[in-house]
């Protein structure tokens, strides 16, 4: 029928990977921001697509932070996380919080989507899909789906495909 759903999708990733520009994106125009500052904490943010009512909990990716992650891992209908595709430096240390969020007791045991967005995908030093797939290690995920995407959050590309994926993996 046309139920209208409701899905909770917790946003992480390093500092600086652009959670929070990439999520302006979604807001309704009157509700984007044109300057965007690193979040402290965490911010909640609505928006809806396809039919989806989406709260999305913005953290913070700054390490002092980080720990908060896990307080919204058991009750997520999903997870985003977002990667600096140019950042090919601290593309291991998202590797290393990736790998401890997929290991986590209220992750681990729980069959929710993982949308991974390889974002800055605009500029010159970013890997691709693919090769952002590989450095993560995406392959090694079990009993979950993903599915990974190029964006570009100052422009929006691949923004909407991704949460077209989610909208549909989310059950
Ligand atoms: P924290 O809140 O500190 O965890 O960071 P964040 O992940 O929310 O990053 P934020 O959205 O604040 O963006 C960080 C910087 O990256 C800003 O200067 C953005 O303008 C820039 N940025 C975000 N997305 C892109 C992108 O796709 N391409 C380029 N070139 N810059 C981007
Ligand atoms: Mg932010």
């Known amino acids: 029928g046309l139920r209208r759903r409701e899905a909770s999708v917790l946003v992480v990733g390093l500092d600086n990977s652009g959670k929070t520009s990439l999520l ?5 125009t009157d509700e ?3 300057d965007i500052a690193p979040t402290v904490g965490f911010n909640v943010e609505h928006f809806s697509r396809q039919g ?7 953290m913070s990716g700054q390490s002092r932070y980080r720990t908060m992650w896990t307080n919204y891992y058991h009750s997520t209908n999903g997870i985003i996380f977002v990667v600096d595709s140019s ?3 601290r593309i291991l240390v998202a590797r290393e919080e990736l790998q401890q969020l997929l290991s986590h007791r209220d992750i681990y045991s729980r069959n929710i989507p993982i ?11 970013a ?3 693919v090769g952002v797939s590989s450095a993560l290690g995406l392959d090694g995920i079990i009993n979950k789906s993903w599915h990974i995407c190029s964006s570009n959050a100052l422009k929006g590309d691949g ?6 994926w989610l909208s549909t993996a989310i059950k």
């Open 87 to 89: 950042d090919r430096t």
């Open 159 to 164: 923004i909407a495909d991704g949460i077209d």
């Open 52 to 58: 989806v009512s989406f709260t999305a909990f913005d």
């Open 24 to 28: 302006n994106f979604l807001l309704p």
């Open 127 to 129: 890997l691709s899909d």
């Open 32 to 34: 984007q921001s044109s």
């Open 115 to 125: 949308l991974i967005f390889a974002n800055k995908m605009d500029l010159r030093d």
